[in-house]
Structures are given as structure tokens and as C-alpha cells.
């Protein structure tokens, strides 16, 4: 079940001021995002199961997207950094345009950290790369991390 127009637009504004904070239920994982200020701005961090582990970050190039993990490419942002002219000048001098391009400094780069700027870019990914989203209040978020928490332990 998906959220109606008007969560969304709640869940907009909420994330939208300071320490706001949004729970949602996004293919079997559960999504905490909270607002949080870095340097006088405010970001989105992300949260998947109540943990922000190593497994959410990511580098690479554009190339090798595919070998990105699950989590991140469900609940991350991707930022993509192209290669300065500057530097490509340089390395053009060093090896050849031809050596360039077979060694692939030509190609971007993409980091992937579950952390987002605005609101509507958080909102817009996780409806991308979710099918089945629920917004959740925090007392229903909380029974079911407990819930999940207690598998996982029972499992290992």
C-alpha cells in the first residue's frame, strides 16, 4: 500500500525543518528518516533497520554500478563526480588519449551515502526504487524493529 498524495505532502513538510523525522515501512526493511544539521545545513540521514552500517556506502565508477549493494541502491544517494578537465589534461600527457581511455579515466564517479539535501530527492528515490511503501508512526516503528531485532537474534 503506497502512500496517498497527501502523506507524501506530509511527509515533505515534516522533513523540511529541523530534527523532523519520518518512518516508513519500504519492502520488508524499515526506514527511519531524521533531519539532522551538518554545518549550519540540513540534511536527511537515513537509517535502514535502526543501523547506518558500512554496507550502505559505496565508491565506484559509473561502470561498475552494478556491483552496488542492495541497501544502497534502495535508500542512498548517488552523487556522481566527474573527472576535472584539468587532471584529464594532464594524464592525456602522461599516457595518450588512447592509454586514457583503456584504463577508463574518462569515466565518473559515483559515491553512494545515505544521506540527502532536500526532501523532494529523498521522496523521489525512495518511490523509484521501492514498490511497496507504509508510512509509519513511531510506536508502530518501534514494536516492529523490536519484532525484527528479535528474529535476527533468535536466527544467528
Given amino acids: 500500500m503506497n502512500p496517498s498524495k497527501e502523506q507524501w505532502a506530509s511527509i515533505k513538510t515534516e522533513l523540511s525543518y529541523p530534527y523532523g523525522a519520518v518512518y516508513l515501512n519500504c519492502d520488508g526493511y524499515l526506514v ?16 535502514v533497520d535502526g543501523l547506518m552500517t558500512g554496507k ?27 573527472p576535472k578537465a ?11 588519449k588512447r592509454e586514457c581511455k583503456k584504463r577508463g579515466y574518462y569515466q565518473s564517479y559515483i559515491t553512494a551515502m545515505p544521506r540527502f539535501k532536500h526532501p523532494a530527492s529523498f521522496i523521489a528515490h525512495i518511490k ?6 507504509q508510512v509509519l508512526q513511531y510506536p508502530d516503528y518501534v514494536s516492529e524493529l523490536a519484532k525484527k531485532k528479535n528474529l535476527t537474534e533468535i536466527d544467528e
Fill in 86 to 96: 584539468k587532471h584529464i589534461h594532464l594524464l592525456e600527457k602522461l599516457h595518450g
Fill in 32 to 47: 527511519a528518516a531524521r533531519v539532522k544539521t551538518n554545518n549550519m545545513k540540513l540534511e536527511i540521514v537515513v537509517y
Fill in 56 to 82: 550502505m556506502l559505496w565508491t565506484g565508477y559509473e561502470s561498475q554500478i552494478q556491483a552496488m549493494p542492495e541497501l544502497c541502491k534502495r535508500f542512498c544517494y548517488w552523487g556522481k563526480i566527474k
Fill in 128 to 133: 523509484k526504487h521501492n514498490e511497496s511503501i
